[in-house]
């Protein structure tokens, strides 16, 4: 049976120590044997601290004296002690990890204690590990959201004045519409249409053609307030929602602003450009309810500013503007 008991201690997966009052080691198992390379023949008799040093740490002293004469057991953590022998390769002490229990023993009036030091360094290795690629999955999802919601701003908006592009209109548009009928409300679709701007183009150059629209879309976003909307459709062509009008008539207050706006020449590299707007303006739900169909009307409206000269705005008329 005793020859059973030694077995079963050197297969065991864990350091076994079994020391006495005098600290003297009595037990010294085959897995102290594999992991430090100090054989059960070199160690028994001799006292605990001088074969593992760390024990000569007040705190761990006090432990085995707890469990020595007060049989008081104790567990620490590898996460909190990291380890209380090393591997006869030695290495860095800070790679190892290692549990500890100690429990109070008794034989024939005698007290000892019982060391289990059970090694986590794999275990611990592998929660790092674990850890780290957890951390780079969620760095790598970050970037993922940041990267779609750059790809999904840049699709609905022009890349050269930051304003919603014909697309995302489209869907405010829309939304203008379902509010104003939940809400009873009435706004107003603004066509606006730079004049001259070609001839800019082909006399300055694209960059400083660039420049003036940027600048149209400073001025047009700094005469309407933060719950209207301003886009740019393409080229010289802007649109604005007007939202919750009071009366149709508060739609030519802005337009008249807008114009006062465009009359002030615009400055680019030391070049005064002087730029007019024509703009068409279509009302809901006076002229129409679709979104296409008020887009249309306001176009219309603006269209009829260009063929009388150009400067200045108008309001759909039916019977003046010819309905498709």
């Not at 028994?44 to 001088?50: D, E, I, T, V």
């Not at 006869?88 to 109070?104: A, C, I, M, T, W």
């Not at 879309?217 to 919750?244: M, P, Y």
Request: charged share 25%; hydrophobic share 40%; net charge neutral.
């Amino acid at each position: 049976m005793d020859n059973l008991v030694v077995q079963a201690l050197n297969k065991t997966k864990m350091g076994i120590i079994i020391i006495d009052r005098q600290l003297k080691i009595l037990v010294w198992n085959g897995w102290l044997e594999r992991f430090t390379g100090m054989s059960a023949e070199d160690v028994l008799g001799k006292n605990l601290l001088q074969i593992c040093p760390r024990f000569k740490a007040n705190m761990y002293l006090n432990i085995l004296q707890n469990a020595l004469y007060h049989g008081q057991s104790r567990f620490c953590s590898s996460a909190l002690h990291k380890n209380f022998i090393l591997p006869k390769d030695g290495g860095d002490e800070s790679f190892y990890r290692q549990n500890l229990h100690v429990e109070p023993l008794y034989e024939n009036d005698h007290s000892y204690a019982l060391l289990q030091i059970s090694d986590t360094t794999n275990t611990s290795t592998r929660v790092y590990k674990l850890k780290n690629l957890i951390k780079e999955l969620e760095t790598e999802y970050t970037k993922i959201k940041v990267s779609e919601k750059i790809s999904k701003h840049l699709s609905l908006h022009d890349s050269l004045t930051g304003l919603p592009n014909r697309l995302a209109y489209k869907d405010r548009l829309a939304w203008a519409i379902s509010n104003a009928v939940r809400s009873e409300t009435r706004f107003a679709v603004l066509y606006i249409d730079t004049d001259g701007f070609k001839q800019i183009n082909d006399t300055y150059g694209h960059e400083i053609g660039d420049q003036v629209l940027m600048e149209v879309a400073r001025r047009l976003k700094g005469n309407i307030r933060s719950t209207d909307c301003v886009a740019r459709l393409g080229g010289d062509e802007f649109s604005i929602i007007l939202n919750q009008l009071k009366q149709d008539n508060d739609a030519e207050i802005v337009a008249q602003n807008l114009t006062a706006a465009f009359a002030i020449p615009i400055h680019v590299n030391a070049i005064e450009i002087h730029l007019s707007a024509s703009i068409g303006i279509s009302l809901f739900p006076k002229d129409g309810q679709d979104p296409t169909e008020l887009l249309k009307l306001a176009d219309m409206a603006m269209y009829r500013i260009k063929k009388n000269g150009k400067r200045g705005y108008a309001f759909f008329h039916p019977e003046i503007d010819q309905v498709w």
